[in-house]
């Protein structure tokens, strides 16, 4: 297993997110994401104890495309709208299983909004 690559996210507090991430080999080969499920959660600091954002393939978050590989990330506006602006870390995960790999970590930065 490869180390989790590093992405650090931007969003618009009040704003709906909508993103997609096509998941390879090295070799560029699509992986069949069939039978995972996926988890992100975002938090103030990696040592916090309790989470900003918690998006999972069971509450909708997180939508995994089979075959075609492919990782929908979800956030409704009203979600986007109840986290302070400010800059915080996340990871995402896949879990296959017993197997869990994690794929990205970041910084993921909330953007005030202005408009109300």
Do not use: P
């Not at 590989?69 to 879990?95: M, N």
């Amino acid at each position: 297993m490869a180390l989790a690559g590093t992405y650090n996210m931007t969003i618009d507090q009040g704003a709906t997110l909508s993103q997609q991430w096509t998941y390879k080999d090295s070799n560029d080969a699509l992986i069949d994401l069939t039978g995972y499920t996926a988890r992100m959660q975002v938090r103030a600091t990696v040592d916090a104890a309790s989470t900003i954002l918690d998006l999972t393939t069971e509450n909708g978050g997180v939508t995994l495309g089979g075959a075609a590989g492919t990782v929908d990330l979800a956030i409704t506006a009203t979600a986007s709208a109840a986290v302070a602006a400010g800059q915080y870390v996340y990871d995402f995960e896949l879990v296959n299983g017993a197997t869990v790999e994690r794929l990205l970590m970041g910084k993921f930065t909330v953007r005030a909004e202005v408009t109300r």
